[in-house]
C-alpha cells in the first residue's frame, strides 16, 4: 500500500493552547508511517469568524491556504475540527460563486503570484484514519489496548456541521468515535449530548451559559459511566478540561473526567506512554484512570 502523505495544517490552537495534541499527531502519523508535510507559510484560516466581518478577505484567506497545498500537490490534513469546518465551508463558497472565484483568485495572483484552482480537498484526522488509513489496518497495529476504559466519544459542532459543506457523516446519529473506541479496544458510552455543542463559542460573549453548557456536557458522560471523554476538537478540549473546574462549581458537581485528544487514545493504544502524548499538559490528570 502506497504511503499516505498529506500537507499538515494543525491550526492555531494546536500550535499554542492544545501542543500536546499536535506533538502526539506527528508521533501517531510516524508509528502508522503518514507523512505530514509542515505548511510553514500558512495562515490561520479565521476560525469561522472572520467571514461575519470581511467574507472576501476571509475567503482570500483560505485560498491561500488551498493554494500552497496544490502547489505541494497535496491533500490538506487537519486536527482541529473548526479548521475543518471553516475550510470546506469556504470550499463550499468558492465554488457556488464563481464571480467571487475569479475575484478571490485575481487578488491570489497580485499577492502571491499563485491561484487556487479548486482541487485541494481538506481531510479531519479522523477522516483519514477511517476512510485512508482505514479502522481495520489501525486495528491491527494496536499494542495496548486501552480494555480498562469506558469513554465518551465527543463530537462537537464543527465536524459534522454543516452538513452540507462537511459530508462526512450523519450530523445527527455519527458513529466514526465510536468505531475508533472500539478498535482502541474501549468501551463507547452513549448519551445526549455527544453532538451538541461545549460552549466554546459563547465563552466570550456569554460566559455564564458557556460554562453551563460546558457542565452539562461533563454532567451528562459522567451520568452514563464514562471514565472519561474523547473529542476530535481543540476548542472542545479546552473548554472541558480547561474549565471543568469552573464547570463542577457551577452544578456543585465534582466530574472528575480526563479528556483526550483524539490522536492521544490512539497514541496510548500503539504503545506510547502518557508523557510521551502529553498528558501532563491537561489540568485534569489522567493518571487514576490509566493505572
Known amino acids: 500500500m502506497a504511503q499516505l502523505k498529506y500537507a499538515y495544517y494543525p491550526g492555531c490552537a494546536s500550535q499554542a493552547i492544545t501542543k500536546e495534541a499536535d506533538i502526539t499527531t506527528r508521533k501517531v502519523a510516524e508509528l502508522l508511517g503518514i507523512e505530514l508535510v509542515d505548511m510553514p507559510a500558512a495562515n490561520c484560516c479565521g476560525a469561522g469568524l472572520l467571514k461575519d466581518y470581511n467574507l472576501e478577505l476571509h475567503l482570500t484567506l483560505n485560498a491561500r491556504i488551498f493554494s500552497q497545498a496544490e502547489r505541494m500537490g497535496l491533500d490538506i490534513l487537519t486536527i482541529c475540527s473548526t479548521c475543518f469546518m471553516t475550510m470546506n465551508t469556504a470550499r463550499k463558497e468558492l465554488a457556488e460563486n464563481p464571480e467571487l472565484f475569479d475575484k478571490v483568485n ?44 469506558s ?22 446519529d455519527p458513529s466514526s468515535l465510536e468505531a475508533l473506541i472500539e478498535v482502541v479496544g474501549a468501551r463507547a458510552v452513549d448519551y445526549e449530548g455527544r453532538t451538541l455543542c461545549c460552549g466554546f463559542q459563547a465563552d466570550l460573549v456569554n460566559p455564564d451559559t458557556a460554562i453551563r453548557m460546558t457542565a452539562r456536557r461533563l454532567e451528562e458522560a459522567k451520568r452514563v459511566g464514562a471514565d472519561c471523554l474523547l473529542t476530535p476538537c481543540p476548542f472542545c478540549h479546552i473548554n472541558l478540561d480547561s474549565y471543568q473546574e469552573m464547570a463542577e462549581k457551577k452544578l456543585e458537581a465534582r466530574f472528575s473526567l480526563p479528556v483526550f485528544h483524539l490522536a492521544q487514545v490512539v497514541g496510548l493504544a500503539l504503545g506510547l506512554q502518557p508523557e510521551e502524548v502529553g498528558l501532563h499538559r491537561h489540568l485534569v490528570s489522567a493518571e487514576e484512570i490509566l493505572g
Open 151 to 172: 469513554i465518551a466519544p465527543f463530537y462537537g459542532c464543527h465536524i459534522l456541521r454543516p452538513s452540507e459543506a462537511l459530508g462526512f457523516e450523519d450530523p445527527r
Open 106 to 149: 485575481r487578488t491570489l495572483r497580485e499577492t502571491t503570484g499563485h491561484e487556487y484552482s479548486a482541487k485541494v480537498r481538506v481531510k479531519h484526522l479522523l477522516w483519514v484514519l477511517r476512510d485512508d488509513y482505514r479502522f481495520e489496518r489501525l486495528k491491527k497495529e494496536i499494542k495496548s489496548p486501552l480494555t480498562q476504559l
